[in-house]
């Protein structure tokens, strides 16, 4: 996945959706008040039907090919031989369903009584034949035809204004609804074919065959969770009055509003992060599943508030009064989204990932099965309100179903949901994919890109021997280590120079001594002595697992927009499953959990003893800022904010741990010995951080908190040793590092001397 995210394609489909539902919705005041009820249920019911045979053409293929694409999103071949079959098992398909259609036209007098209406109706399903969601789903290029659904919808929908008069030309909807499908789907599929070179071509042959005949259970599948979701409008349709059809479908649209934009769009559209969860390990697709849960629950939360506020108005203003029943039909309807939203999650994104299509075929029959025993036995004695209760019985029956599914499985889902500061990352990664929709793609690793390894160290050769241990173990070694030596001890130097003798004899080294100690200008000279390609950046004091350099490049070769954190583990120290992990509060506060066991992303920062990246001509003229003081620098958020406004997103993950053990001279030593001037020079920093990087308005708003953050330390964190003077320099070092900056001239550290060994 390049810059086309996750959440680029999660905010591409949802508009895609809204955009296809919300002409419709535009419409239909006008539908209902020119056409009355009795034809606003006719069309509604034709809706319904005509649905099944749309199914029928897309045949789950909007799941399993969206699936394949993402496996399959660097092989060229097989994509094109995919799209290929998938529309050549569409069209076969359509010509089935012409012929079963054309049957049922002339046998059921719902159909035959309106026939214009029907075949009007029908048309929108070669629309679906045409239409390639699946193929932009997979590639993570659905913004690529967001603004042709809107151009051709509104031009369609205006036209809707222009040709419904009076009640007799209700058919004429339908037609409206079907052409600009078809019109959508033409367009949408022509810049597939042409735009990214795809060899299309008709196949008919036993490989076409056999891929309908491998999807089966998905097809299946979609048929009978159609039928339970709509079957109260179908028997509605033929034993009540097309009146109560009418208003029962209002309702319906209005509970489907929310899990038509929202719901739905987002398990599509995460359907393939899910997917390469799996494909690298069982807990990954689990962590992101369960993210997925939490992310469409509370967009469904958002989304139904807002209906509960606006639905009398859409009904009373906009329908009439004799629509107002509809009201108790949507409010009886709301919590279905909810049920459904998790349903889907975890039969398309766990059941269907781990090979359980056949346990997903059966949920699904079962659900239909009771709904239909349901409307029979409650739809005669409760009319319309029978058909709610049947809803909400069966999506919260299918909703048990396949949560025990999964857990007999082994995929136990866990709900974890946001903190504030989860909700502000997640709003920055929709604007940094928002802003990045014009720049140059990110670079991507190729099999011959090296690896670099940047390794800063200072008077500590006894760290050596096991980190040296560790990286002559790695599955995927690195060709080259840049060591950049601060010592002060030449005793120190001729050790670290010694055990380096001890590495692997294919890893060449890179050795520069610095003449000055400032860590931020060490690193920032072994990344500007770095090749462009994989670079990572670790502490001297870590041991790193076997596997971790070989996670991280898996990682960046489908994240290249990513900086990767792994999980630092230091002694006696606790596991957690927080994910506030490495993030600023919108007052101050950091989080800096680097020991959780739950993956995070968005953050502001990264863990300092070890992470990753692609260096590129995107960032090689990124530098660490050389001025910051003492022992709380702040040299990690400074380099992630460059990171952050070049496009990139920081991702803390968990399912690689690296052991960190800080040594006598390191930040945790001083902190211990005298943790006063370890703060203030944090606090100092940090507001030069934020000068440096204009950040004004959240200076303002973290002075309150810095200024009660630094009285709170100096006169009450450390009993024993308190101190208001203490305490009015530390409540005055977030102003004064914001005044400091720029520094002075000549305020800057010596230059360094390298030596190459």
Avoid at 11 to 29: D, E, G, R, T
Avoid at 191 to 219: M, S
Avoid at 576 to 599: K, P
Wanted: glycine share 6%; charged share 15%; hydrophobic share 45%.
């Amino acid at each position: 996945m390049k810059k086309g995210s996750l959440f680029t394609n999660a905010l591409s489909n949802s508009v895609l959706q809204f955009l296809q539902y919300i002409f419709p919705i535009i419409a239909l005041p006008y539908l209902g008040n020119v056409v009355g009820p009795k034809f606003f249920g006719i069309v509604n019911f034709l809706s319904v039907i005509v649905g099944y045979f749309s199914l029928m053409v897309t045949y789950g293929f909007d799941v399993s090919a969206t699936r394949e694409i993402a496996r399959n999103a660097h092989d060229k071949s097989k994509i094109d031989e995919l799209f290929s079959r998938v529309v050549s098992a569409r069209l076969a398909l359509f010509i089935v369903a012409t012929a079963f259609f054309a049957v049922l036209n002339v046998t059921v007098p719902e159909l035959k009584n309106h026939t214009r209406a029907a075949y009007a109706s029908f048309l929108l399903v070669f629309g679906w034949v045409l239409m390639p969601n699946w193929y932009f789903q997979g590639t993570q290029k659905m913004d690529r035809i967001v603004p042709i659904h809107f151009v051709i919808k509104l031009v369609f929908v205006g036209l809707l204004f222009l040709v419904i008069r009076q009640p007799e030309h209700y058919y004429r909807y339908p037609l409206i609804l079907s052409l600009s499908t078809v019109a959508v789907g033409l367009v949408t599929f022509l810049i597939a074919v042409i735009k990214d070179r795809i060899a299309f071509r008709i196949r008919w042959d036993r490989a076409t065959w056999d891929l309908l005949w491998k999807e089966r259970y998905l097809f299946t599948t979609s048929i009978i969770n159609n039928t339970y979701q709509t079957v109260s409008i179908i028997l509605l349709g033929f034993f009540v009055t097309f009146e109560e059809v009418g208003i029962f479908s209002l309702g319906w649209r209005l509970m489907n509003i929310s899990q038509a934009l929202i719901g739905i769009p987002l398990v599509f559209a995460m359907l393939p992060h899910a997917t390469l969860g799996f494909q690298l390990s069982k807990e990954e697709g689990l962590n992101r599943v369960s993210q997925n849960v939490s992310t469409s629950m509370l967009a469904l939360l958002l989304a139904s508030m807002f209906m509960v506020l606006v639905s009398p108005w859409l009904v009373h203003s906009l329908f009439g009064s004799e629509y107002s029943d509809a009201l108790w039909i949507f409010r009886w309807l709301l919590i279905v989204p909810f049920i459904t939203g998790i349903s889907a999650t975890l039969s398309n994104q766990v059941l269907l990932n781990i090979g359980r299509d056949r346990n997903v075929l059966w949920v699904t029959a079962a659900g239909a099965l009771v709904s239909i025993v349901l409307n029979i036995i409650l739809l005669p004695k409760f009319g319309t309100y029978g058909s709610a209760i049947a809803i909400i019985t069966t999506e919260s029956f299918t909703l048990f179903m396949f949560w025990h599914t999964c857990r007999r499985s082994g995929y136990q889902i866990s709900f974890s949901w946001f903190s504030p500061a989860e909700v502000s990352s997640a709003v920055r990664l929709l604007w940094t994919n928002f802003t990045n929709r014009k720049r140059p793609e990110f670079t991507s690793l190729t099999p011959g890109d090296p690896v670099t390894l940047i390794i800063p160290t200072f008077n500590r050769p006894n760290v050596w021997i096991p980190l040296i241990e560790s990286i002559n173990i790695q599955i995927l070694h690195p060709q080259k280590i840049i060591v950049i030596d601060q010592s002060t001890q030449p005793d120190a130097r001729s050790a670290v120079k010694g055990m380096l003798a001890h590495l692997n004899p294919k890893i060449a080294v890179d050795y520069v001594e610095m003449a000055i100690q400032n860590r931020c200008i060490a690193k920032d000279t072994g990344f500007h002595r770095s090749p462009n390609g994989m670079v990572v950046i670790i502490d001297d004091d870590v041991v790193l697992p076997s596997d971790a350099l070989w996670y991280i490049h898996n990682f960046l070769t489908q994240h290249p927009d990513r900086i990767v954190t792994p999980r630092i583990v230091e002694p006696d120290q606790l596991e957690t499953s927080t994910r506030n992990v490495q993030r600023f509060t919108w007052y101050g506060h950091f989080f800096n959990n680097n020991n959780s066991t739950t993956n995070a992303d968005g953050l502001n920062s990264y863990s300092g003893p070890c992470f990753g990246f692609i260096k590129s001509e995107r960032n090689e003229h990124f530098h660490y800022e050389p001025s910051y003081i003492g022992t709380g620098i702040h040299e990690e958020t400074d380099f992630a904010r460059q990171f952050i406004r070049a496009g990139y997103s920081i991702s803390f993950r968990s399912a690689i741990t690296v052991n960190h053990y800080p040594q006598r001279n390191g930040n945790a030593f001083f902190k211990d010995r005298d943790p006063f001037p370890w703060y203030a020079d944090s606090f100092f920093n940090f507001g030069m951080y934020h000068r440096k990087f204009n950040l004004v308005g959240f200076f303002l708003l973290r002075i309150p908190y810095m200024a009660f953050f630094g009285m709170y330390v100096g006169l009450f964190k450390y009993p024993g040793r308190r101190s208001p003077r203490n305490a009015w320099h530390l409540a005055t070092q977030f102003i004064r590092g914001y005044r400091a900056w720029p520094p002075e001239i000549g305020s800057k550290p010596a230059v360094i001397t390298a030596n190459p060994h």
